[in-house]
């Protein structure tokens, strides 16, 4: 029976290089996947594109390129991924630099667009997140309107011959989707297999995640060698099952148990995980350990989609301003909360403006909060930080400004601030038929 393998390249945009170069080398790979946009990112990356229309795209998508292009090359590994971001196109032609800079002539690169529908958004009346306000609400502040494209045109890069495929903003398991529709010839209206190839992608687009990252906890769920931590392959059939594992003699570890919590990560209904190209169904799964570090995963299933896709909107949210400081050595406590009142009681005098804001020991209460932390032995040092949200830069840049005035005009013994000042992109989302999007594939060569 014919198997495909795919790798997982990165699981975010500031992943490590090494365990991806590793699956390049190593792995006996059909295809290497770069998952690398969280919700925030492509928002921030419209940003980077409003300032310079050359730029948009992942920051690390040079040096991955850089990393894996000669060894996929040689072996024949076709690459996809969604570090075009807000920018495929500029993406795809610095991809095909690279590849000239190595000697690697003839590489066919293709560009995803159509992801964008910021026009689209803006014409219409769509309400945000299941509530009654509407795209309008948030007026000039609108930076950015991504839908979450499916597998299908992706498919149709590799149908064109593309050794590379960069995408913007495409749901992450249709990464992993789409080369096995394009090798197994799977229809887009086989539910079934839609679903299981859903499963496989699921459980490959967090990388490490799924061989111990994030899993690791001492004592009670160890995970040898983490420094190494390889990132995982899939092995699939034309079922659409598969046996998850990783490079013989990486780092981590692939068990029933890690490939079970990834596969609830980030699923609100097992049994309708909504997907652009299928609504899958993850509650009749089974994963059985076949041997060391190779789950086997079987089951699955689906339902026709929905016609809808989710848009992301990103928009001009807030600013947060921040400044923390250490105390330690005796009364290293009492001393960091006598801080945090001075801030609180400046801030009013001030009369600051902030929406909301948090003043907390680091150490002591800052995860848990008062109520949980009561009683706990007190530690001999502890970092305060005071946080706020504001409507202006300036006044966030104010916060800091105070906690760094603790140096001279504080408790005793402050040292190490840090201060920062941020703007902070927000994100909504609305529901698009799918008809109002449209993809578009274009080809580059090196």
Not at 14 to 29: F, M, N, Q, S, T
Not at 198 to 214: P, R, W
Not at 224 to 244: H, K, N, Q, Y
Request: with cysteine; glycine share 12%.
């Amino acid at each position: 029976m014919k198997t495909i393998r795919i790798g997982a390249g990165a699981g975010f945009s500031g992943d490590r290089i090494e365990p991806a170069v590793e699956l390049a080398e190593k792995g006996d790979l059909h295809y290497l996947v770069f998952e690398c946009l969280a919700e925030r990112t492509i928002a921030l990356a419209q940003q980077a594109r409003m300032r310079d229309p050359s730029h948009g795209y992942d920051p690390l998508l040079a040096a991955r390129m850089r990393a894996v292009l000669a060894p996929c090359r040689a072996r024949g590994i076709r690459v996809i991924t969604n570090m075009g971001a807000a920018n495929p196109l500029a993406a795809a032609e610095a991809v095909a630099e690279i590849a000239r800079s190595l000697g690697l002539r003839g590489l066919k690169i293709a560009a995803v667009t159509g992801d964008d529908v910021l026009g689209v958004v803006e014409a219409g009346a769509y309400t945000l997140d299941d509530t009654p306000e509407t795209v309008a609400t948030l007026g000039d502040r609108l930076i950015s309107a991504n839908a979450y494209l499916g597998a299908g045109p992706i498919v149709q890069a590799l149908e064109r011959g593309a050794d590379v495929v960069v995408t913007g903003r495409a749901a992450d398991p249709a990464m992993f989707l789409a080369p096995l529709i394009h090798e197994f010839g799977w229809s887009m209206e086989d539910w079934t297999r839609l679903g299981r190839g859903t499963v496989v992608g699921h459980l490959l687009e967090c990388a490490g995640q799924v061989t111990g990252g994030y899993f690791a906890d001492p004592g009670y769920k160890d995970v040898s060698d983490l420094a190494r931590l390889g990132f995982p392959l899939a092995e699939v059939t034309e079922d659409g099952a598969a046996v998850i594992t990783k490079v013989p003699g990486s780092g981590g570890r692939v068990t029933t148990a890690t490939c079970k919590e990834q596969l609830l990560y980030e699923v609100h209904d097992p049994a309708r995980y909504l997907q652009p190209d299928v609504v899958a169904d993850f509650s009749g799964v089974t994963v059985t350990e076949v041997g060391p570090d190779r789950v086997r995963v079987e089951g699955g299933d689906g339902r026709p989609r929905t016609g809808t896709l989710k848009v992301s909107v990103g928009y001009r949210d807030s600013y947060v301003g921040e400044g923390q400081i250490s105390y330690a050595g005796p009364g290293a406590v009492a001393r960091g909360r006598l801080a945090l009142d001075i801030v609180a009681e400046r801030l009013r005098m001030t009369e600051l403006s902030c929406r909301d804001v948090r003043f907390e020991l680091i150490g002591v209460d800052a995860i848990l909060g008062a109520a949980l932390s009561a009683g706990a032995a007190e530690p001999r040092e502890v970092r305060v930080r005071v946080s706020g949200r504001t409507d202006s830069l300036a006044d966030a840049v104010a916060i800091g400004n105070e906690v760094e005035s603790l140096y001279l005009n504080g408790p005793a013994s402050g040292g190490g601030v840090t201060k920062a000042a941020r703007e902070i992109v927000g994100i909504r989302s609305l529901l698009l038929p799918e008809h109002l999007a449209t993809p578009a594939v274009q080809i580059v060569e090196s």
